[in-house]
């Protein structure tokens, strides 16, 4: 049984990088623009948001773009108006308000950049991916500290796998980051989408088993992607990647969804 009913696929703009930042010690010379995605799943009892894309206003104020990007040689995201995330929720009929449950990955810029809109649900997170954010991590490290630091954000701090409802699983995958998960969701109709997030990047990353380009752990980077692929082929499921710029081709976008 699940209580998943739909899953909704939100295109949040896109990165320019290259392509060592998701396959470790390959294609240095390679530039790529990768997708970044969120996803929302509609259940019998709310709505689930995973990830919440990037904070536009970082790249439009000319100091924090510097700050954040321009300094660290870093190409600022871009993020078209049909990529925004309350364009995209409102394309579905869905308000910030309706949506309970905020799953968040981990806690790089790409990631958290709607929190600010979503103060009143319950946001998850591991444990050891808060406490590195609000401790250890900087501007260099790709994270941006201001997008979630609100006072009155209401965090569930966990500590490896997690439900959050009946066929919607959070994943302890440790590896690229020190709290990194990703979510496993069981359609009623489709069956399982698993949502590795930056566990890896790609395709190229679970069928030959290269780890991300950044990981705290490489062992345990390595058997994120090897859980990841087993729940596929053990449930005959489908990944559904954030930032792969082929699949995202094929992968049908909100206002569409899965069931």
Request: aromatic share 10%; with cysteine; glycine share 8%.
């Amino acid at each position: 049984m699940t209580q998943a009913r739909r899953l909704y696929v939100l295109l949040c703009g896109y990165e320019v990088l290259p392509k060592t930042v998701s396959t470790k010690g390959r294609g240095a010379r390679f530039i790529m623009a990768e997708p970044i995605c969120a996803y929302l799943i509609q259940t019998t009892s709310g709505y689930v948001l995973f990830d919440a894309g990037f904070n536009t206003y970082n790249t439009e104020d000319p100091i924090r773009r510097g700050q954040f990007f321009e300094r660290w040689g870093m190409i600022p995201p871009v993020v078209l108006p049909e990529h925004q995330m309350l364009y995209q929720l409102d394309q579905i009929g869905v308000k910030p308000e309706q949506i309970g449950d905020v799953v968040i990955s981990h806690s790089h810029f790409d990631h958290t950049g709607n929190l600010k809109y979503l103060r009143h649900a319950r946001i998850t997170m591991q444990k050891r991916e808060y406490e590195y954010a609000m401790h250890e991590a900087t501007p260099k490290n790709a994270v941006i500290k201001s997008d979630f630091d609100f006072p009155d954000l209401n965090w569930n701090l966990i500590d490896g796998d997690f439900e959050i409802a009946e066929g919607v699983e959070v994943i302890y995958t440790r590896g690229h980051m020190p709290g990194h998960q990703s979510m496993a969701v069981r359609l009623p109709k489709s069956g399982m989408k698993v949502m590795p997030a930056d566990a890896g990047d790609l395709m190229e990353n679970y069928d030959e088993e290269i780890l991300p380009g950044q990981t705290v752990d490489d062992d345990s980077a390595r058997a994120a992607i090897r859980r990841l692929k087993g729940i596929v082929d053990s449930t005959h499921g489908e990944f559904l990647l954030t930032h792969d710029p082929v699949l995202i081709q094929t992968t049908k976008l909100a206002p569409e969804y899965y069931e």
